[in-house]
């Protein structure tokens, strides 16, 4: 059976949690970077190169699908092995992904080995999301689950902040070399991302974690669909992961525009960190505004927080890619935006969401129909606005599952679906229509993310109340 939760101290999982978090953004938003790469590499329209987001993501799609189908007719296995041992096999499955992107660099040298090596990675990471997230949901206190999984997620956002600047350099400058004329800048930055992904495993192994299995209570049925906060849940993760997904695979194409910035590949990566740092700034922002500190020391540590991240992504940006402070600066004003509409939430996930959801749609709005550094600005800062999604869409939509919560996060992690059919679709209408005006589809995620934050999650009292 669980263990008591409240009765625990889980600070050891929590960081080792939190670092595994921090891995697996890297390395998702190196596919960022792939996407442009690749494209020069093999000569690619947008839409095939957005054939990168479609084999990870799809890999979610269809691991979740066999991990529900296992857990209706023989039992939840998380719930059986524990949510341990299933970080260890996601673990396991992400570090020989990464390995396979040497062969694929250097003796296939083809589209396609990339792709399977990227399908098989997004298989470890399934594994990885439907064990961990409702692993740090779990760890403590219910109430403050989506402060937790913002604080998790805020490291996963320093990841996904770090990965454009340095995965930038070293795949379009320090490892590109001129005799075999492309892909094999991959094959050292995944053998190193190999190597550590091997050595956290080998931390969770020998880490004296609790292992929360249930064999009890675990049941063989679909029960988790027949909560609709969950179901509603799922068509919002499709899309906030869809939307998030489209928007940063197509950044680099949208800010090398004549119309936003002429510059190349290597520089317009560097302004990506500005987009994934915005979400790392508002998850950390959000972890603190869902925790039960008092009023006032809240808002000063969240200014605090403002102040820190946006330091350290200006020093990254600045000594890796020059981008100097007058350059990005503007980036301020939208943090303290942000800032303002944490204020406006009261700490409530649903009502934050919707707000967040609407200033997302806004911001992308004025990005499509404006051109120029306050297009550049306003895309960028989507990021921050983005940034709390992930982990209050899945509190709420876990929300009361009981010894269905591994199931139904099986059906969220599934949904991830989004991330590998709209950023196609962006690439489609951005071959045909531009690449500007492609950034309309995801305008559609955050009209229904403002519907769920609103209305959707409250279905669930339906079936709880009598």
């Known amino acids: 059976m669980p263990e008591s939760s409240s009765t625990k101290n889980y600070n050891l999982p929590l960081v080792l949690l939190t670092t595994l978090f921090f891995m697996w953004g890297f390395i998702t938003c190196l596919n960022d970077i792939l996407v442009p790469y690749l494209k020069g590499v093999f000569t690619l329209t947008h839409f095939q ?22 857990s209706v007719f023989m039992g939840d296995p998380i719930q059986k092995i524990g949510y341990k041992n299933g970080i260890i096999i996601g673990l396991f499955v992400s570090a020989i992904a990464c390995l396979l992107f040497y062969p694929a660099a250097n003796t296939f040298h083809s589209f396609g ?15 990885l999301q439907i064990a961990a997230n409702p692993y740090v949901a779990i760890l403590g206190d219910a109430d403050t689950a989506s402060s937790r999984l913002n604080l998790a997620q805020g490291f996963n956002s320093l990841g996904t902040t770090i990965a454009p600047v340095l995965g930038g350099f070293f795949i379009f400058e320090y490892f590109v070399t001129d005799d075999s004329g492309g892909a094999s800048s991959v094959k050292i930055p995944y053998l190193f991302l190999a190597a550590l992904l091997f050595l956290l495993m080998v931390l969770f192994l020998f880490s004296k974690l609790p292992m929360l299995t249930n064999e009890s209570g675990i049941e063989k049925k679909a029960g988790a669909l027949k909560f609709p906060n969950l179901t509603l849940g799922m068509l919002a993760i499709f899309f906030y992961v869809g939307a998030e997904v489209a928007i940063g695979s197509n950044l680099v194409s949208y800010i090398g525009q004549a119309s936003i910035l002429d510059i190349n590949g290597a520089e317009a990566s560097s302004y990506l960190a500005y987009y994934w740092g915005g979400a790392m700034i508002g998850r950390f922002l ?11 020391s809240k808002n000063m540590l969240m200014l605090i927080v403002i102040a820190v991240c946006f330091m350290l992504i200006c020093c990254i940006t600045y000594y890796m890619k020059d981008l100097a402070f007058n350059q990005v600066w503007k980036f301020l004003l939208f943090a303290a935006l942000n800032y303002i509409v944490f204020l406006a939430g009261r700490s409530l996930p649903a ?18 129909f404006t051109s120029g550094e306050i297009s550049l600005w306003c895309m960028l800062s989507i990021g921050l606005f983005n940034s709390i999604m992930w982990s209050n869409i899945f509190t709420l939509a876990i929300n009361g599952l009981q010894n269905y919560t591994s199931q139904g996060s099986s059906l969220l992690v599934m949904m991830i679906l989004g991330g590998a059919l709209l950023p196609p679709i962006q690439g489609l209408c951005a071959d045909y229509f531009g690449v500007q005006l492609a ?13 769920y934050g609103l209305k959707g999650y409250k279905t669930k009292q339906f079936i709880y109340t009598k």
Do not use: D, E, W
């Open 49 to 70: 190169s957005n054939l990168v987001q479609f084999a990870f993501f799809g890999a979610y799609f269809l691991g979740s699908l066999i991990y529900f189908l296992i």
């Open 113 to 127: 080995a990339f792709l399977c090596a990227l399908f098989i990675l997004g298989l470890g990471f399934t594994i």
């Open 286 to 296: 959000g972890a603190i505004s869902l925790s039960k500190m008092k009023t006032l």
């Open 351 to 368: 009502r934050t969401l919707a707000s967040f959801s609407f200033f997302a749609m806004t911001l992308l709005l004025f990005a499509i």
């Open 439 to 451: 950034f309309l589809v995801p305008v559609f995620s955050y009209v229904y993310l403002i519907f």
